[in-house]
């Protein structure tokens, strides 16, 4: 009895907190790739809200190349870059799940360009390249998702108060 009444208090929580995954980007990660590109996108198994998530692109030159702000739609998150050109990159990402929680990781990816292909213009000059640390990555961690620990550790202590009182009551 009491074994079930702890494992039904605790199946609660876990529910909600199942953070939104990352599921693939494009370009993939790892990934060389051989015709220019527009934008980075990433893909996750649920929708992520559009406040707060960040995308930024870096690459050679020391440069950010992301260009303009953000857009989700539903579960695909899209960062518009400037052209790229032939060099290593590496994308740091930060999102907020669908259960308020900020989730984020970085990838890498290599451009390899004809030279018929490579641009002439970049990132303006002066861009300098962004880090995890940048502004504009940690203010998305200012998601105000205290709730899912507040709600879980209620629950916790509700449940712990339920299976003291079944004990104490089981006593002779």
């Known amino acids: 009895m009491i074994v079930a009444l702890v494992a039904a208090v605790l199946?609660?929580?876990q529910a909600a907190w199942a953070h939104s995954q990352l599921l693939s980007t494009t370009p993939t990660a790892g990934a060389t790739v051989t015709a220019p590109i527009s934008e980075v996108t990433l893909t996750f198994n649920e929708p992520v809200h559009q406040k707060f998530s960040v995308v930024v692109v870096n690459g050679p030159g020391g440069a950010s190349y992301s260009a303009g702000h953000v857009q989700v739609i539903d579960s695909v998150v899209h960062q518009p870059v400037h052209p790229l050109r032939s060099g290593s990159y590496t994308v740091a990402w930060r999102v907020v799940s669908a259960d308020g929680h900020p989730v984020e990781g970085r990838f890498g990816f290599t451009v390899a360009l004809p030279a018929s292909l490579e641009p002439s213009a970049g990132p303006a000059a002066g861009s300098p390249a962004?880090?995890?640390?940048?502004p504009a990555i940690a203010a998305g961690t200012r998601t105000g998702a205290?709730?899912?620990w507040l709600l879980g550790g209620g629950v916790l202590a509700i449940g712990a108060v339920v299976v003291a009182g079944v004990a104490k009551a089981k006593r002779p």
Not at 130 to 134: E, F, K
Request: glycine share 0%; proline share 27%; net charge positive.
């Open 130 to 134: 962004a880090s995890p640390s940048h």
């Open 146 to 148: 205290r709730w899912p």
């Open 11 to 13: 199946a609660v929580p």
